[in-house]
Nanobody, 126 residues
């Protein structure tokens, strides 16, 4: 099982960026996949989750209405489209997979995720 996050970089406030999480070694559609971020000096937080079979999504209040999570099972990839970026969105972003398939929740608690991709740094600055 592998997850690889990519797409980070630097952007000005108000800009957009799309992160990708390429998955391999398992059937993507069976598992909840989450996006997390960790800013300097802060704990890692769940910002978005897409449930197995893509039926439901979750967004943290801080990103709701600005970020959109989606999955493309044919490409084995989960995306995070980020619009209206703010300096406080600056962080290392990670994707992760739930430890169990077909969970009924639309959440991705960090303690329930057993495979993590390497992070990708997003910097929002003028």
């Amino acid at each position: 099982v592998q997850l690889q996050a990519s797409g980070g970089g630097s952007v000005q406030p108000g800009g957009s960026m799309r992160l990708s999480c390429a998955a391999s070694g398992f059937t993507l559609d069976y598992y909840n996949i989450g996006w997390f971020r960790q800013a300097p000096g802060k704990e890692r937080e769940e910002i978005s989750c897409i449930s197995n079979r893509g039926r439901n999504t979750y967004y943290a209040h801080s990103v709701k209405d600005r970020f959109t999570i989606s999955r493309d099972n044919a490409k084995n990839t989960v995306y995070l489209q980020m619009n209206g970026l703010k300096p406080e969105d600056t962080a290392v972003y990670y994707c992760a997979r739930a430890s169990r398939a077909f969970v009924s929740s639309n959440r991705c608690p960090p303690g329930d995720m057993n495979y993590w991709g390497k992070g990708t740094l997003v910097t929002v600055s003028s």
